[in-house]
């Protein structure tokens, strides 16, 4: 089941909303949740778009966590070049918090939270995942040019008439390449 919405003021208007995958063992508590991001995010608690559909944040409790562990970790694997980060509620946050979770959450929010703190951190925590984006999107582009830079380097090497290339802004004109046939 997906909430959509077309309040779309959190996102940069070439792209779609982010994709939030909320699991909350107090259908209650999940609901409030639900209603209070759907109008900025799109929601959803199917566990086949958690595998499928690689969402941009998982939100669970502590409960919900134990309980998915095995598909919240398929689905970090599926992004495995990209942060997506996993959000849990933690209720009586000065009690002890299960070592799994500190092992497996990136972010921890206390229940209760105001509603501007809980869109605040989830914010920042999607602003980390979009720079990760970024980077990874980045790291392809220049892979795709280094490896067009390395066909041109063998093409210019593979030639039999000598290359050089000097530095005109220096006034000794330095040869800065030359291929192998030079």
């Known amino acids: 089941m997906c909430y959509n919405t077309s309040d779309n003021n959190l996102q940069n208007h070439n792209q779609k909303k982010s994709l939030l995958f909320i699991s909350i063992a107090d259908s209650k508590f999940e609901n409030y949740i639900i209603d209070i991001l759907q109008n900025q995010f ?6 086949d778009q958690l595998l499928t559909e690689a969402p941009d944040l998982i939100l669970v409790d502590v409960q919900r966590l134990k309980e998915l ?30 070592e799994y979770v500190l092992d497996f ?28 984006l970024e980077l990874n999107r980045n790291y392809e582009e220049l ?16 030639t039999t008439s000598g ?20």
């Open 69 to 98: 562990e095995p598909e919240i970790q398929k689905a970090k694997e599926k992004a495995a070049s990209v942060f997506l980060p996993l959000v849990v509620f933690v209720e009586n946050p000065r009690e002890h918090i299960p």
């Open 143 to 158: 892979e795709k040019k280094n490896q067009q830079l390395n066909l041109y380097a063998d093409a210019i090497n593979a």
């Open 105 to 132: 959450a990136d972010e921890m929010i206390p229940v209760p939270t105001p509603d501007e703190i809980l869109h605040v951190r989830i914010k920042t925590v999607l602003k980390s995942r979009n720079y990760c």
């Open 42 to 47: 799109e929601v959803t608690h199917s566990y």
């Open 163 to 182: 290359i050089t290339i000097t530095e005109v802004r220096d006034d000794e004109n330095p040869i800065v390449f030359c291929n192998d046939a030079f």
